[in-house]
């Protein structure tokens, strides 16, 4: 049996070896998982749709489990473009030589983090980062988010003089920001940092309860999101196509599509913009 | 018998030493190293609010949304595709290496490939062949070529060898093997087989964690927004594959689903040309060597990843698994007479039977990753999936063994009959799958890393997030040597006790 099965096995896999061109030209796009992943089908099936009607192409949106895989699918040219935060963004950028970002978010030039707490520590918000935090249990968000880790940590060390490490009693990463607002909520962890649009929009809809986790503290400004898209599409797609593809992610006006980001609007972007995001990586070693 | 085995009075102090002896003093080293472990381990509670969040698990389990999971009959069908694929590749590549097993080298190296847990190649293999179906069962059939391998190589090594006596002189090898070796081990393959083909479907689902369109996408996703019905849902749907696995699996439909399983996903990768060819030559290259960096460059790279991050992970493994091998122990001692026709009645042992399914169906991982959502990510919820998970494999392989104890008429009843007659009777049993599981745990314990409690996988992932795979190669590396080490130090162990490779059969009987 086990003959037959390998004999099987070779004939099908040969078969199937021939090459894989029905989807060569479907434009694939990726977004990082940074809130609500069972909402993301939702959130950008419609960013897809309208994408293919406006350029003409067939546009598929493909869901990723980490920001890492967001990163990783863009590498092996399995998605040709993707909604980045700024240090996935950079990553995405260094891996693939070509690539160029080509649009942001109106609020993402000047990006904040929220340092939020559970009530039951007591501190209140003010306008420096409050070292009564230090021995208390800390999380991130996602391991390479730019808002709920990177710049945030970058932030710390500035005012604590310390690695969150040296600081914390115990630091962990969460996953994504709503799992840290829910985790800061339930007292699993004393306090964590967040995206501040997913706050205010976890705000809007109900969804904290102000009585036991609220915000105390808010970054300094820095560049995130951003869309990059590869080199290499235009030799698919044809000459102009980056630039098409940049004009009407700005054109971009319904209020629908643009709170799935959720942003205002959209307005260009290129590579330099995410020089600070290198550097402070850089601090960080998360980047060599 | 066995305890009398090889007893003889010291020559200096006169002392009798006894197999019986040995097991003391193997148990007595156990113990010490695992409440040693016990000590040091992190074991803290970091939750608010845990009966709230334990409330509305329950609440989940009692109200399954299968609506809620988009695609999840997608998922259920990934699950078998790559499983499948997986299994029955890892099948034919263990075979061809059996055949060669008196080859040191090929036992070296299947010992290593199975060594790298499928989640860990699967993190590889996303880099090589993207987010396809390849990626899937390649993670599966590779790690498992190396099992089938040592294990296809153990039933020829032990069967009968006088048909290949037998033959005429001069036989090729391919003759003797094919009609002289193969046909008396078949019985026990697929056995075997079909055993394996349950482990795959635990692989394949866990794979979604990482991102393969696979049950465990969606359960992770689920679980982790606190949407509990719907993730109780997927579990069910998950618990119905396995529980259900010897209705459909039939011997002759077996290349029915196969041909199912490769028209539904084909095995291609998704990934364009030379993603291999970039990954030896530039992405495992250790960083100071692709500048103008000096041997010493390269040394003070690998000492710093070693202080920071390689030697707290082997540590963190070390204590983690150990104090997990404890509560196994425990637990599979305390939990054995559920199942165990010795005690209780039909009505407990059918309960029984069911708590210990569920808990040897749940992969230990899945356990682990729920346990973290209601106490934090010490190492706590790491240490009771594991012992729950392995404690119920022992418990049921130890319960069913109890069938086969002589059934003396002046046996003492209950807590007597446990201490006194049943206990001694299978304790070697248990002590040689202890042994067994041990390599397993271990294996484990360093992928729970990936969930967030900082074991060697929580490194390896760190490394593959940032994108500098020299670092989690060199990570993967000790997970691997750890394995080895273990996986060696468990043979000599059983050789000392003489708990003898023919115990195996319960370690390697089908779970269900």
């Known amino acids: 049996m086990i003959l037959r099965l390998t004999a099987l096995l070779l004939a099908v896999s040969l078969a199937m070896a021939a090459p894989q061109s029905a989807l060569a030209d479907t434009f694939v796009f990726t977004a990082i998982p940074d809130q609500d992943e069972s909402r993301l089908m939702t959130r950008f099936g419609k960013v897809a749709d309208y994408l293919s009607e406006e350029l003409g192409v ?117 996953g994504d920001h709503n799992a840290t607002i829910a985790l800061v909520q339930s007292g699993a962890w004393d306090a964590g940092v967040v995206n501040y649009k997913v706050w205010d929009q976890a705000v809007r809809e109900g969804l904290v309860d102000e009585n036991r986790v609220r915000k105390v503290w808010t970054t300094p400004p820095y560049p995130d999101y951003h869309w990059v898209i590869r080199g290499d599409v235009e030799a698919r797609f044809g000459e102009g196509f980056i630039d098409t593809v940049q004009a009407v992610l700005i054109g971009i006006e319904d209020e629908d599509i643009l709170a799935s980001f959720p942003r205002k609007g959209f307005i260009p972007a290129s590579n330099d913009d995410y020089a600070p995001i290198v550097n402070t990586a850089r601090e960080l070693d998360l980047l060599d | 018998m066995r305890s009398t085995d090889g007893a003889a009075p010291d020559q200096h102090t006169g002392r009798w030493h006894t197999t019986a002896g040995r097991f003391r003093v193997a148990s007595l080293w156990l113990g010490v190293a695992g409440l040693l472990a016990f000590l040091v381990a992190d074991l803290e509670i970091i939750t608010g609010t845990p009966g709230t969040e334990m409330g509305r698990i329950a609440n989940g389990f009692l109200s399954p949304d299968f609506a809620a999971t988009e695609f999840i009959w997608q998922a259920l069908a990934n699950t078998l595709a790559f499983a499948l694929q997986g299994v029955a590749l890892g099948i034919t590549a263990g075979f061809v290496l059996a055949v060669f097993w008196h080859y040191r080298l090929v036992r070296a190296g299947s010992a290593i490939i199975r060594a790298v847990h499928e989640l860990f190649w699967g993190l590889i293999f996303l880099q090589l062949t993207g987010l396809s179906p390849l990626t899937g069962v390649l993670a599966i059939a590779i790690p498992y070529a190396g099992i089938f391998a040592k294990v296809f190589g153990e039933f020829l090594e032990e069967s009968d060898q006088r048909p290949a006596a037998a033959l005429p002189h001069g036989s090729g090898r ?171 009645n039909r009505f407990s042992r059918g309960a029984g039977h069911l708590f210990l399914m569920i808990m040897r169906t749940t992969p230990e991982f899945l356990l682990a990753f729920i346990l973290l959502l209601l106490l934090g990510p010490s190492m706590l919820p790491g240490i009771i999936a594991l012992a729950l998970h392995t404690g119920a494999i022992v418990a049921y392989l130890t319960g069913r063994f109890t069938l086969y104890l002589p059934a003396r008429a002046d046996r003492p009843r209950g807590l007597q009959g446990y201490a006194w007659d049943t206990l001694p009777r299978i304790y070697p049993n248990v002590l040689a799958l202890l042994l067994y599981r041990w390599e397993i745990i271990m294996r484990e314990t360093a992928i729970l890393g990936i969930l967030g409690i900082t074991t060697l996988g929580y490194y390896v992932d760190a490394a593959f997030a940032e994108f500098r795979f020299d670092r989690a190669l060199v990570l993967i590396g000790l997970a691997v040597a750890l394995n080895l080490l273990v996986d060696g130090l468990s043979r000599k162990l059983r050789q000392h006790l003489r708990l003898s490779i023919n115990s195996g059969q319960f370690a390697r009987e089908p779970m269900s």
């Not at chain 2, 094919?178 to 008396?184: C, D, H, N, S, T």
């Not at chain 2, 465990?216 to 069910?236: I, K, M, P």
């Not at chain 2, 963190?316 to 026709?341: E, G, N, R």
Request: glycine share 10%.
């Open chain 2, 174 to 344: 391919l003759t003797t093997f094919f009609y002289a070796r193969l046909p008396l081990i078949m019985g026990p393959l697929r056995t075997y087989g079909a055993y394996r083909l349950e482990c795959g479907l635990r692989a394949s689902a866990i794979l979604g964690f990482i991102g393969l369109p696979t049950l465990g996408f969606h359960l992770e996703t689920a679980f982790r927004q606190g949407d509990y019905s719907a993730g109780a849902a997927v579990l069910y749907v998950f618990f119905l594959l396995i529980g259900t696995l010897r209705f459909w699996l039939h011997r002759r439909l077996v290349l029915v689903y196969l041909g199912a399983a490769l028209w539904w996903a084909p095995p291609l990768s998704t990934a364009p040309e030379g993603t291999l060819r970039r990954f030896f030559t530039s992405d495992i290259v250790p960083s100071p060597l692709k500048g103008d960096g000096t041997l010493t460059d390269l040394w003070l790279w690998f000492a710093r990843l070693m202080t920071e991050q390689g030697l707290p992970g082997l540590w963190h493994t070390l204590v983690l698994s150990t104090a997990a091998l404890l509560a196994t122990a425990v637990l599979a001692l305390l939990l054995f007479p559920l199942v165990s026709p010795q005690f209780g």
């Open chain 1, 58 to 174: 067939e546009v598929r949106y493909i869901p990723v489990k980490s920001y890492a895989a967001a990163v990783t699918a863009f590498r092996n040219n399995e998605v040709q473009m993707a909604w980045f935060g700024g240090f996935s963004g950079v990553q995405a950028q260094r891996l693939v030589p070509g690539s160029r970002a080509i649009a942001q978010g109106v609020e993402d030039p000047a990006f904040l983090s929220y340092l939020i707490v559970n009530a039951s520590t007591g501190i209140e918000p003010g306008d420096a980062f409050p070292m009564a935090l230090q021995g208390k249990r800390f999380t991130f968000g996602s391991r390479s988010s730019t808002s709920g880790r990177l710049m945030p940590e970058y932030f710390m060390r500035q005012a604590t003089g310390q690695s969150p490490q040296q600081f914390f009693s115990r630091v962990g990463f969460s």
